[in-house]
């Protein structure tokens, strides 16, 4: 288990540059319905945060990893996590948000089991 900093990974994310990413924009117009009022920006922010957790977990040699979302990422630097950590887990890392182990360790299990991509929904409003 490795301790990584939320700014490490915002640090990294900001260094990569706009370019490097329309191969990402392109796979997520590609793959899913993106709501009108999502910017290009945004798309590009999200790239970035996905390319920053790919890297790390290639130099890292990692094969899971958690974010913590709350607030880091979604109140003081304005992006959720979830997109780029759903576009890392369909490239093979296990990943899960809020440091949830129990949810780490039980993705970890199913995918040596099925030898499949696992995921989960963390689904906050029920109705």
Not at 7 to 34: G, H, Q, R, V
Not at 71 to 99: D, R, T
Request: one cysteine or more.
């Amino acid at each position: 288990m490795k301790h990584i900093d939320s700014y490490a990974l915002i640090n990294m994310a900001e260094k990569i540059k706009d370019s490097e990413c329309k191969e990402w924009i392109n796979y997520l117009n590609s793959t899913a319905k993106i709501r009108e009022d999502i910017t290009q920006n945004d798309l590009t922010e999200v790239s970035k945060l996905f390319l920053a957790l790919k890297r790390l977990s290639e130099q890292k040699r990692l094969h899971s990893i958690n974010v913590k979302c709350q607030y880091e990422f979604s109140k003081e630097y304005g992006m959720v996590m979830c997109v780029s950590l759903s576009m890392l887990a369909e490239h093979g890392i296990i990943s899960s948000c809020e440091g949830d182990m129990l949810n780490t360790v039980s993705m970890i299990i199913l995918n040596y089991l099925s030898k499949n991509i696992v995921t989960y929904g963390d689904v906050i409003h029920h109705e």
